[in-house]
């Protein structure tokens, strides 16, 4: 029972890291495509 409880605690670590570095790179890929739709506005015509 203890083996899996540490298995599981362990595994639920591992999930909350890999979330928070998926969010990290979806915050980073939501900035770059801001400035990129920025940078287009520029040069197309209204």
């Known amino acids: 029972m203890r083996a ?3 298995k599981l ?3 639920r670590r591992d999930h909350r890291k890999h ?3 998926l969010r990290k ?3 980073a ?3 770059e ?3 990129l739709r920025r940078r287009l506005a ?3 015509p209204d």
Do not use: F, Q
């Open 4 to 6: 899996l409880t540490r």
């Open 19 to 21: 979330t928070a570095e």
């Open 9 to 11: 605690e362990d595994e």
């Open 33 to 35: 495509n801001l400035e």
């Open 29 to 31: 890929a939501h900035g």
């Open 42 to 44: 520029r040069y197309e």
């Open 25 to 27: 790179a979806l915050e």
